[in-house]
T-cell receptor, first 114, second 112 residues
Framework: ETGVTQSPTHLIKTRGQQVTLRCSSQ?????VSWYQQALGQGPQFIFQ???????GRGNFPPRFSGLQFPNYSSELNVNALELDDSALYLC?????????????FGPGTRLTVT | TQLLEQSPQFLSIQEGENLTVYCNSS?????LQWYRQEPGEGPVLLVT?????EVKKLKRLTFQFGDARKDSSLHITAAQPGDTGLYLC????????????FGQGTRLTINP
């Protein structure tokens, strides 16, 4: 186990609704990244949070937003859900160092949009 | 845009056989990581390779980083049913943010 937890495990929403996914990072890790993994694909980077600020963003629209809290936990919010948002959402925590960059993933939240 | 291509996408072999999975890119990465993912779970880090030409071994798994740090391979010797899973390579990228760029994965099935 990596120590990264995510909630909920599964979620079913209707198109147009809003959703909030939660992540608790591994102890000592100050950076949280979110990824979207569509069925049969590798994860795609959504954005990263460091010191409670967004620190980089992938090719996702503004309706994907996030937060990081002082305890380094994080939320991913998605507004105006679309059918294509159905995917496994992965949170990964890491600690900024000058060395190589290793991320540790949580179990994910499976979101289904109908 | 940095991309990683994995091949093959699907591989089904018999227990005891050897196999190699490839991860290729036209871009240079600071490091490259290999993950294994089980259904319904997040990816689990297997190894990180940093230096061009680096070789790392993890029991029956051998990982190599290309000299130019653009490609990598995973070789499994004497595959076992417990090796079944989705194998993902991911390159460390600094484009826009420090992030991982993933390949699409190799779905490996080892038949007893």
């Amino acid at each position: 186990e990596t120590g990264v937890t995510q909630s909920p495990t599964h979620l079913i929403k209707t198109r147009g609704q809003q959703v909030t996914l939660r992540c608790s990072s591994q102890s000592g890790h100050n950076t949280v990244s979110w990824y979207q993994q569509a069925l049969g694909q590798g994860p795609q980077f959504i954005f990263q949070y460091y010191r409670e600020e967004e620190n980089g963003r992938g090719n996702f629209p503004p309706r994907f937003s996030g937060l990081q809290f002082p305890n380094y936990s994080s939320e991913l919010n998605v507004n105006a859900l679309e059918l294509d948002d159905s995917a496994l959402y992965l949170c990964a925590s890491s600690k900024r160092t000058s060395g190589s960059y290793e991320q540790y993933f949580g179990p994910g939240t499976r979101l289904t949009v109908t | 845009t940095q991309l990683l291509e994995q091949s093959p996408q699907f591989l089904s072999i018999q227990e005891g056989e050897n196999l190699t999975v490839y991860c290729n890119s036209s871009s240079v990465f600071s490091s490259l990581q290999w993950y294994r993912q089980e259904p319904g779970e997040g990816p689990v880090l297997l190894v990180t390779v940093v230096t061009g030409g680096e070789v790392k071994k993890l029991k029956r798994l051998t990982f190599q980083f290309g000299d130019a740090r653009k490609d990598s391979s995973l070789h499994i010797t004497a595959a076992q049913p417990g090796d079944t899973g989705l194998y993902l390579c991911a390159g460390e990228s600094w484009e826009g943010a420090q992030k991982l760029v993933f390949g699409q994965g190799t779905r490996l099935t080892i038949n007893p």
